[in-house]
């Protein structure tokens, strides 16, 4: 026998009052028709059983979902071992929520593409009100896509467009500074750089600003890419150019990367700082954790999904103008063993 719904409802607070249910829908949803003084019995009625809103059936009133997408084009078991991803998507999960939305998540291999069919299914079907974007690529076309939608979304990354959005936006040009002044303060007199995906736009920018800024303090720049993984890491590393200087330092754009060029410096006999430093873009519980501990900017990814998700749902409700851009602060570089920085 299926056990019955205790869960207080419109008609559970008309019976209380001995009111009709309509009565207390209009007083609820502050419509005409109702005295000031039903409403508000209506109200503390309410608070007393302990009854809110269904969020199904606001959303229908709404017009909407009540829900939110976000595609990631990603192996899931390569995601559930990335700490940035996983914290980036919780933040986007704690913001939607808190406004009562749903987060969906969907996994593809196929690439842009494969997210933009996600994207008019999801759109066909009503499914969701607006997705967050993530890994943003040169000459992008997702945005697009999203605007003959007729779809709100969030970008989180540095994308420039003639499409109605809002944006999250991370301080790259002061981070940078920020890495490269440490190595060099560190006395290492070279850079190693590992970076993810080249297609994504981050990438090629950390790409640039770590040439130039090397260029700058006169050191000699190399680099490599490769998905965010240790593997990945680790080939990126052993592929190196490790002649480049005579004591140089990795600089890593993800925490794994990093414990990639960590193993392969204990492979090959380095000494974690004294012959070879090592700083990631990103900090992680792994980085603090592993054997040396590793140099890493704080860049606050849960903050970041959070101010993306909350900027969505605000953008779909009327309450922000989709040209919002939110501006991350630098991040803070935590000094650890990789460069003899405690």
Known sequence: MSRKSTRPTVATIARDLGIS???????LNDKPGVSAAMRERVLVRAHEVGWTPHSGAQALRRGRSGNVGLVLIRDPQEVSREPFYSSVTAGIESATSAHGYELLIRFVQGGADAE?????TWAHQRRVDGVVLLDIAEDDHRPAVLESLNMDFSVLGHYTGPESFAKVMTAEA?????VVEHIVERGYDGCIQLTGPEQFAHERSRLELLRSLCQEHGIPHVHASGPYTIDAGLAAFEASDLQLSSRPAVVASSDLLAIGALRGALRR???VPEQL?????????IAELTVPAVTALARRPFE?????GDLLVRQIEGAEPPC?????EPASLIGRESTGAL
């Open 116 to 120: 933009s069919d996600v994207f008019r």
């Open 304 to 308: 970041m999904g959070h101010h993306a």
């Open 21 to 27: 249910p309509a009565t207390v829908s209009y007083a």
């Open 277 to 285: 430093g090592l700083v990631s873009w990103d900090d992680s519980l």
């Open 324 to 328: 919002t851009v939110l501006e991350v």
């Open 269 to 271: 006999g380095l000494a």
């Open 174 to 178: 002061d981070d940078a500074r920020t």
